[in-house]
């Protein structure tokens, strides 16, 4: 939220004439965070070219390129995972790693803000002890605020901010996801996901904006949260942003999943696209040019899908990681784009599995234009790989020179070389109140009420309220995956409020809670029930796919089946409370829309789509009561039944249960009842 004042630790050097032999030293940092100011610069005796500030980035890193040696540059095209390296951290040092990046779920420990930047500026240091002092660039998912850090600020998933239609705010939510980042050390998040997801039930689609390309577009203000305008990478409150996944991730086919069942047992996540060019252009490709061209993203990340064409060639699947027509021809050729193609998460493996070798692998992945590796455990492998590639002349020197070109550019435009340390003077705001404030509307914006019969809501005047369901209690459940661990869980439990605890702060009456409805129902009661899904990522949120299991919360017992259908659980305590109480409010916490069946959609008199709210659950209890309005619009059509998926607006026989663009709207509470309000939340 700041775009200014005193930078980091400073990295302190004595440069050397003819060589860049330094001694390097992290100076101490001070209670506030702040750089210490009683660690006193040594005089240089001279600087080389690419260390001088005050020269265009376009001429330093070509100086810098022209002093690398081979093994040098091909450490800077890879990156290792923390966990690989973390007892050991010489191995950045002597394998010239370029960049480190933690998966979800790996942390430091204490997983704290303070113990994350620590962490990060140890791997800088080591990075930083290398013959020429280059830093180290850090990865993570930020995909909706810093989740895997405890304490940080969990925003509504993507499919909840699209409902919002509101760009401004999602500009606003990750300028303070950035900030939050990088005062903790990392400079480099990997989102925004600016998939557009054609099938709910693909387990990423809470990732994605929504099923429109126009409206994916539209929230692309994310890039300009997360970097700020052109220019501002190096201040202490923007990162480098990467749009993913190019392309069409969210474009396959239900039953094409992990690559045709040939990298794992996915339906339809790392699937095939199997489409013309011209439905690949809109519904892939669209959304990157103007995050290209307009927003000038900074990273790109391939696809773990592959593209099977329909309208001309063979049939023969193409991984993105190995698509070289696409990534050097249509992103780094036609759409100019400068940055950095990073691949996904050991991406390469997904090149034709079960034929190609390691080394075919990456000679294919370098030559379509893939700068940085992802090697989370093998990096030592690829970069002897890639050497014996270059050295073979099956990977032209050409390639790699483009490769740390712009790894470098984007090192130096993020200030690295003048400040490596993380710059901490934001880091007392991680998990403000004025952050949670920023995430509750967030929420609030991003509810879509479904139905409304007899006006229940917004509920108002003294009502005594009943509480009820699974999700209405579990701020895991509200968050959903990538928080804390890369799966997510129902036990997870960050900093917020959930639900229950917003309508607590909110309602004028007696509050009754009974997960199961076991509780005795007054008769003139409102019901709230809470409904809907359990957290999951990527290919484990699939439709009938695998289970996860692994998480510590989860005991090594299967998570429930994912379906899209409400529990038997949560069925039966909409039944009995909605045929008990004066008023029935159904809540569905899910990322994706969940089929409704007859019984229990009909005995609801308001239904809201809460998708998956982040760390303020009382964002949904201001619709609930009138604090803010309804006005979100759905994202996604919602099926009638699971049968009619994949379902789309401009379909044929479009005839969904709620359209694309569907949402009620209801007044803001009055005066009199603001001021209640206010004083309830206090």
């Keep these: 939220m700041h775009s200014s ?8 050097a004595v440069v050397g004439v003819a060589l860049a032999a330094a001694v390097l030293v992290a100076p101490t940092v001070g209670a506030t965070g702040h750089r210490s100011t009683n660690a006193a610069r040594p005089h240089v005796a001279q600087s080389l070219p690419y260390q001088d500030p005050l020269l265009p980035v376009s001429q330093r890193v070509q100086d810098l390129l022209s002093r690398m040696t081979l093994a040098e540059k091909i450490g800077q095209m890879t990156q290792a995972e923390r966990a690989s390296v973390d007892t050991d951290t010489s191995k950045i040092t002597t394998d010239n790693l370029g960049s480190l990046l933690s998966g979800g779920g790996s942390v430091p420990t204490p997983n704290t803000p303070t113990a994350w930047a620590d962490m990060v500026d140890r791997y800088q240091q080591a990075a930083l002890a290398t013959r020429l002092h280059i ?22 998933h993507d499919i909840g901010l699209g409902a919002t239609r509101d760009p401004a ?22 989102a925004p996901c600016i998939c557009v997801a054609r099938d709910d039930r693909w387990g990423r689609t809470y990732e ?37 996944h190019f392309a069409g991730d969210g474009l396959t086919t239900y039953g094409t999943g992990s690559n045709m069942q040939t990298t794992g047992n996915y339906p339809i996540d790392q699937g095939v696209d199997q489409v013309s060019h011209a439905t ?10 103007p995050a290209v061209r307009q927003h000038q993203v900074a990273a790109v990340m391939p696809s773990y899908s592959d593209v099977q064409w329909t309208d001309t060639g063979t049939g023969a699947r193409i991984n993105m990681h190995a698509n070289r027509d696409l990534i050097t021809g249509w992103l780094k050729g036609a759409m100019n784009f400068s940055g950095i193609v990073i691949s996904d998460y050991n991406g390469i493996d997904h090149i034709n599995p079960g034929t190609y070798t390691f080394a075919q692998k990456v000679e294919a992945g370098v030559n379509a234009g893939i700068d940085m590796f992802m090697q989370p455990q093998n990096f030592e492998q690829f970069e002897a790989t890639l050497t014996s590639l270059v050295n073979s002349g099956q990977v032209s020197m050409a390639r790699i020179n483009d490769a740390v070109s712009r790894i470098l550019t984007k090192k130096f435009q993020l200030g690295l070389f003048e400040h490596p340390y993380t710059d901490r003077r934001y880091i007392n705001q991680v998990g403000s109140p004025a952050h949670h404030a920023l995430a509750r509307r967030a929420a609030a914006e991003s509810q879509v009420l479904l139905k409304n019969s007899r006006q229940v809501l917004p509920i108002q005047g003294h009502r005594d309220i009943y509480v009820a369901g699974s999700n209405s209690d579990y701020i895991g459940n509200q968050a959903g995956g990538w928080t804390l661990t890369w799966q997510g869980g129902s036990t997870n439990v960050i900093p917020g409020t959930t639900i229950l605890d917003g309508i607590r702060q909110l309602a004028h009456g007696d509050v009754t809670y009974s997960q199961d409805a076991s509780a005795p129902i007054p008769h003139n009661a409102t019901g709230i029930v809470v409904v809907g899904e359990t957290p999951y990522a990527e290919g484990y949120g699939d439709v009938y796919g695998p289970q996860w299991a692994y998480d510590p919360g989860d005991h090594g017992v299967p998570r429930p089946v994912k379906d899209m259908q409400l529990s038997a659980a949560d069925k039966a305590a909409l039944d009995k409370v909605c045929a008990a109480a004066k008023r029935c409010i159904m809540v569905i916490v899910s990322g994706r829309p969940l089929i409704l069946d007859p019984a229990q959609r009909n005995e609801a008199d308001a239904i809201v789509a809460a998708w998956l709210p982040g760390s303020e659950g009382a964002g949904v209890a201001d619709d609930l009561f009138g604090a803010r309005p ?11 039944t699971l049968a009619q998926e994949p379902i789309n607006v401009g379909d044929p026989n479009y005839n969904p249960l709620y359209p694309y ?17 206010i004083k309830a939340s206090r």
């Design 661 to 677: 663009g569907y949402g009620l709207t209801t007044r803001i509470m009055s005066h009199a009842d603001m001021g209640s309000f």
């Design 135 to 156: 830093p180290i660039l850090y990865g993570i998912d930020t995909v909706h605020g810093d989740g895997n850090m405890y304490g940080a600020t969990v925003f509504p």
């Design 169 to 190: 705010l999602v500009r606003d939510v990750e300028h303070v996801a950035a900030e939050e980042t990088r005062t903790t050390g990392p400079q480099w998040v990997f």
């Design 5 to 12: 004042g005193s930078l980091g630790r400073r990295l302190l």
């Design 280 to 289: 690949f252009d809109q519904f892939a490709l669209s959304p990157y040019v």
């Design 208 to 244: 994605s904006f929504g099923e429109d390309p126009s409206l994916v577009k539209e929230m692309e203000t994310a890039i300009d949260g997360f970097q700020g305008p052109p220019g501002h990478l190096s201040n202490p409150d923007r990162v480098m942003a990467t749009a993913k």
């Design 630 to 640: 309804f006005t979100g619009k759905l994202p996604v059509s919602w099926p009638r």
